[in-house]
């Protein structure tokens, strides 16, 4: 397997432009949020929107649900688990999807900037579950 083609930030930006407001807002709230969180955090678009990764892909923003933007968290192609209690969550924000994803979502704006500070907690602790890449 090869490596990691760079990712280009400006992709990332350049999507993130042509949102429409208020969402547009949001998005850049929350991936300013998630690359915060830890320094090895990378990001590309993957799956038509804002994803990131560490090892493998992480964490991907969903922006055309019947809530207006949230964020999916989950551990790579890799079939793995996470216990539900090793991820502090006291403001419950996760709603867990299954044995290996979790959600957050963004009802309203301005939602992103109040719940910043606990969306940064949760990522730091679910990169550590992520499982690395593998050499290639």
């Excluded at 432009?17 to 300013?32: H, I, M, Q, T």
């Excluded at 309203?108 to 900037?113: I, L, Q, Y």
Aim: glycine share 8%; net charge positive.
């Amino acid at each position: 397997m090869g490596t990691r083609k760079s990712p280009s930030a400006g992709s990332v930006a350049d999507y993130i432009a042509g949102l429409s407001p208020p969402l547009r807002g949001d998005v850049e709230a929350l991936r300013c949020a998630i690359l915060a969180a830890a320094d090895d955090i990378g990001e590309e678009i993957k799956w038509n929107a804002p994803s990131f990764y560490t090892g493998e892909h992480f964490a991907t923003m969903r922006l055309n649900g019947k809530v207006p933007l949230q964020l999916i968290l989950h551990l790579g192609a890799k079939k793995s688990s996470i216990a539900r209690d090793s991820i502090e969550d006291p403001q419950r924000l996760l709603q867990w999807l299954g044995p290996d994803r979790a959600c957050i979502s963004f009802r309203s704006p301005g939602a992103v900037a109040e719940q910043a500070a606990p969306v940064q907690h949760i990522v730091r602790q679910w990169v550590h579950h992520v499982p690395a890449r593998a050499a290639g």
